[in-house]
């Protein structure tokens, strides 16, 4: 009898123990009472009825990470190429996705991996390799809409390597040489054709600036030949002036009856035409009278019969 009372404060214990539950931080658990949901328990300290409540389950609340397995893709241009990538995903019903979908963590990974294949396989290779953020865009959008009745988020989803068969990297390989040799060659024709331009342009200008340069030294030649012609003019303008004056006066002396001043003018003229003579390239023979004397007195006689001539008007 006196263990009655002990094993009494023990089931008292015992059934105490079992109705507090902690809930950690970052978790919810699910309480059933004879098997039916009945609450969730957020992070703290609960009280729930013994042998009559009991934890479903525990859920975690914070963002969780899948690996997706490699799998083998067929594209729309049937390439085979390896895939894999990973899943972010977050609880935000904890009722929902305790009772809304069997194994929630296999369930979104099967989803993934199936619509992996469908948005990929109806994409090109060359698609697949250059548009991976559209992919993860459009893989995003259609797991997330999928598993919105299971109180879940599909946060992100990021395909972490594409892998084509060697054979096909190869040829992409070579293809990607060829473009590059082809854009090295389209650069070195086009630095010959800028060279060609700007030589060509380069000759332009300098037959430009010959040209003008010879155009100025005809305009300066011609000016200078005006100018000489000008000056050549006046010259002989001034000496026919001179020529005249000194006509005149010596036409002034002769009728005042003086003698030296026809003599002077005989003389200048005589000495013109000698040296006309001298300079003349017809090969000639002369006999003059060339001494001073010779001269002088050739002078004279001219001048005589000049004055008879004047006289005899």
Excluded at 3 to 9: H, N, S
Excluded at 73 to 81: E, G, L, P, R
Aim: glycine share 6%; charged share 25%; hydrophobic share 45%.
């Amino acid at each position: 009898m006196e263990l009655i009372p002990i094993i009494f404060v023990v089931f008292a214990l015992v059934t105490l123990w079992k109705g507090v539950v902690t809930v950690p931080q970052g978790r919810e658990y699910t309480i059933e009472r004879f098997g039916k949901y009945r609450a969730t328990f957020e992070p703290g300290l609960h009280w729930m009825i013994p042998y009559v409540d009991s934890i479903g389950k525990k859920l975690s609340m914070m963002e969780q990470v899948l690996d997706v397995p490699s799998q083998e893709v067929i594209t729309k241009d049937n390439a085979m190429v390896g895939v894999d990538g990973v899943v972010f995903f977050q609880v935000l019903d904890a009722p929902k996705a305790a009772y809304e979908v069997q194994s929630l963590e296999f369930a979104i990974m099967q989803l993934t991996m199936t619509n992996l294949r469908t948005v990929m396989g109806s994409m090109d290779l060359d698609e697949l390799l250059s548009q991976r953020d559209h992919i993860n865009t459009k893989l995003l959008s259609v797991v997330d809409n999928a598993t919105t009745p299971w109180g879940i988020k599909v946060t992100r989803i990021e395909i972490k390597d594409i892998r084509p068969p060697p054979t096909l990297v190869e040829a992409m390989a070579r293809q990607m040489k060829a473009e590059r040799e082809k854009r090295a060659n389209i650069l070195d024709a086009e630095g010959f054709r800028q060279a060609a331009i700007l030589k060509a342009e380069g000759e332009r200008q300098a037959q430009i600036l010959a040209a003008e340069a010879q155009k100025q030294e005809q305009i300066l030649e011609s000016e200078g030949r005006k100018e000489a012609a000008f000056r050549d003019a006046e010259g002989r303008e001034r000496s026919a002036e001179a020529e005249a004056k000194a006509t005149a006066m010596v036409s002034e002396a002769i009728a005042k009856g003086d003698v030296q001043a026809i003599n002077y003018f005989v003389a200048q003229k005589y000495i013109e035409a000698l040296a006309r003579i001298a300079t003349s390239p017809n090969e000639k023979l002369v006999l003059m009278p060339l001494e001073a004397s010779s001269v002088i007195g050739a002078i004279g006689g001219i001048a005589e019969l000049a004055k008879k001539a004047a006289g005899g008007k």
